[in-house]
């Protein structure tokens, strides 16, 4: 099965685990790879929208008769069962994916693709006591963030302003992407008026990219 390049790099940082849950499932691509690949002993889908579930349950269809599958039609965690702890929201915007879990329960390890606000998921996680191991932004025709969150603290370590807003990855061992990404908003700002809120903006705009300086002489 040929999946975008966003669905890849999900799949391509699933951690291997006993039950997985993918919530707001959509067509069920990254429950298709976790199955297919024997990454997880068993699964569950869900999905606000039933039409969006059909259609998962019928790429799954040979899961869900082998019993290795569950599908719920529900909003966010509801009706989910606790012992699902790896758990995969993707393609919903930052707040909307705190409120599932806040709404719900915290899982040992948590994949979030966060379609927008993705500082704000990260504060969230670090309260909870969530170490982000990994956290970077990559591109397939927009630009994503890719955030895998483990419960408890491994390392103790303070975000810094820009840590929190940008990742910790992302200031410290930059992509390519990441730098695309932070060129394409500098160029967008530095043309606009000037109001407080603007220069705020482009000023820290430039301290990323003075950060950034540090990992990639071409920047």
Do not use: W
Request: net charge positive; hydrophobic share 35%; glycine share 6%.
């Amino acid at each position: 099965m040929k999946y975008s390049k966003r669905i890849e790099m999900i799949c391509k940082n699933l951690p291997v685990c006993t039950y997985f849950a993918d919530i707001g499932c959509d067509h069920g691509y990254c429950t298709a790879f976790m199955l297919e690949n024997n990454l997880c002993k068993e699964a569950i889908i869900t999905d606000i929208s039933e039409k969006s579930l059909k259609k998962a349950e019928k790429l799954l269809a040979n899961f869900l008769l082998s019993g290795k599958l569950k599908s719920i039609c529900t909003n966010g965690l509801q009706f989910v069962d606790e012992k699902y702890q790896q758990i995969l929201i993707a393609g919903m915007g930052g707040e909307e994916i705190i409120l599932i879990l806040e709404n719900g329960f915290l899982p040992e390890t948590l994949i979030l693709q966060p379609m927008k606000n993705s500082n704000k998921v990260r504060k969230f996680l670090l309260n909870k006591g969530y170490t982000l191991t990994k956290d970077f932004t990559f591109s397939d025709k927009k630009f994503y963030d890719l955030l895998v969150a483990q419960k408890g603290v491994i390392k103790e370590r303070k975000y810094t302003h820009l840590e929190i807003e940008y990742g910790f990855d992302n200031i410290h061992t930059p992509s390519k992407d990441f730098i695309a990404m932070i060129d394409i908003e500098f160029e967008k700002y530095k043309n606009r008026t000037l109001c407080s809120n603007i220069q705020k903006k482009i000023i820290e705009l430039v301290q990323v990219k003075n950060e950034i300086k540090k990992y990639f002489s071409d920047t």
